[in-house]
């Protein structure tokens, strides 16, 4: 028989590594809360137009890294993104009539095709936020601030904040016209990526990787010099709250991002530990994009990181709590079954994580297993300890065996777990 391979891009998480998953996935929902973010659930799959629509037709998302199903005569895509279905959902409900707006977080699984490579699947999870129907400038400050204490909580450290400010829709024609005229003359040196975006989207010249492309465009004008009033007083305004706070970054006029809605603030954490793909996470402001998806036309601020990533500059200390049994019972011999089935299912009411051995195992067997778990004791119940009503525990740790009063068991899990 064929053995089957998990497909290329994507990853199995095991248990002894899904623990992991949940600590961080618990500490963005706590923290979250703490800010009045509620979570938002959509489905995988999405018109492909959405976005098409949103992310941009000039995007190396769109362009090539989408997986799309046409089926029935629909066109479904894979989400390669959680703003554009979160907004989608978000007119949907009618919550963009809703006055004061929301703050709506979401978790779960992407889908871009890209060449996989260290920090980079094709199926990966991003843990986002959106904070739709507000321009105000401190949120966005509040948002990222809410994001550095997070890393913190996590213990992440040697990352990088860069700030940008990419205009808007008033500002950003002058400085698309500038750029075209500075790359026009260099056009033949560009790589046939980047003679396309002239034509498409001049700003997505700042993606490309080629390095003759960057050197090329190393004097090319910057957004920063081109912002219009509105854009420049709100940029100044988050540097100030930023600043509030304590909290560093780098201006960096070149970054752009990789999606075309966003408008102002757009920036993106790095991380050293990351290597080539070093962007640990990225956001900005999307005014606009919930008009053009067919809303109100409210304002929006968000950003999403890649658990994958973060996992990788997690330090190995900060590890999930422990999923594994904290109680094996051992039946010896098939008599005893009924009886450890019942001790089992005391001891799990009264709040312990109890694996009941099945089969007929030997003594060693099970305490073999019972190391290899972490149980951190074994109830033995044999024909004779069922007979003088006592079970025996061994504590695995220190090999510290006694006998307790099966009646009593469940008790004294009680109070253990009050303890704990
Ligand atoms: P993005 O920068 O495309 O932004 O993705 C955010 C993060 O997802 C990246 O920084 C990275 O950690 C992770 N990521 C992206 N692609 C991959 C991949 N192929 N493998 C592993 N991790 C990956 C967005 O998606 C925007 N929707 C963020 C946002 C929310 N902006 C406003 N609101």
Redesign the pocket.
Known sequence: MARYQNVR?TRDILPGESERWHLVEELARETFGRYGFREIRTPVMEPTDLFVRS?GASTD?VRK?MFTLEMGGDSMTLR?????P?VRAFIQAGLDRVAGGDRLYYIGP?F?Y?R?QK????Q???I???VLGSDDPLVDAETIEMLLYMLERLEVSGTKLALNSVGDRACRPAFREALREFLGPRLQRLCPDCQRRYEENPLRVFDCKVERCAEEIAAAPAMLDYLCEGCRAHFEAVRSYLDGYGVAYEVNPRMV???D??VRTAF??LSEGLGA?N????????DGLIGELGGKDIP???????????LMVMPSRVAGRPAGPEVLVAPLGPASRPAAAIAARALRRAGLRVLLEGGDRSLTASLRRADRLGAARVLVLGEREIASGQALVRDMRTGEQRMVPIAELARLAEEKVREA
């Open positions: 891009g992310v998302i890294e390669p993104e959680g703003t554009a979160t992407m871009r890209e996989p920090g980079r699947q094709r990966f999870h991003q986002g936020v959106e991002r990789g999606l809605y966003y993106e954490i793909q962007s640990l996470m990225g956001g900005g402001r999307y929006g601020f968000g950003w999403a990181l890649g658990v994958e990533r973060l």
